[in-house]
């Protein structure tokens, strides 16, 4: 009997093992292929618009489990860092290793200066009674250093 029961119970795990499902693993670095660590990683399916989102390790990896066979897109997000897309094909049962390196992000500055026309020649201020002149200053002469005694 127990003759019986062991190849019923090896042929039972393997088909446990067998799975339709597939895994997309892998790791987010910085030019210099550091770790970017609390990075965000998302994939999100392009047949069914369905989106799973993890957080990256201290070392830097992610890892995406029991994903059905599809088309993704993967995006990967840190601060300080641009945002990168890819497009990965999934097939049955894929064990996928997918690194990514992130570029530095570009620092966005804007400034914005507002002011009142003011014309020239005319009276300004609460006292009005001065005037602004244009004057034109041809160069800036350096002050000589002097010495303390």
Do not use: H
Request: aromatic fraction near 6%; hydrophobic fraction near 40%; proline fraction near 7%.
């Amino acid at each position: 009997m127990r003759l019986l029961l062991l190849p019923l119970a090896v042929f039972t795990a393997s088909l446990w093992a067998q799975s339709n499902f597939a895994t997309l693993s892998g790791s987010v670095e910085e030019p210099q292929k550091r770790p970017v660590s609390q990075g965000r990683v998302q994939l999100k399916s392009t047949s069914t618009g369905a989106v799973r989102k993890v957080v990256v390790n201290a070392e830097g990896l992610y890892e995406f489990a029991g994903l059905a066979p599809g088309e993704y897109e993967l995006e990967a997000q840190a601060t300080g860092f641009a945002a990168l897309t890819r497009r990965v094909g999934i097939e049955v049962g894929q064990r996928m290793r997918l690194d990514l390196t992130l570029s530095i992000e570009a620092t966005k500055r804007s400034l914005e200066v507002v002011s009142l026309p003011i014309l020239l020649g005319q009276p300004c201020g609460p006292d009005r009674g001065r005037t602004l002149r244009p004057r034109v200053q041809e160069s800036i002469e350096p002050e000589p250093v002097r010495a303390f005694q």
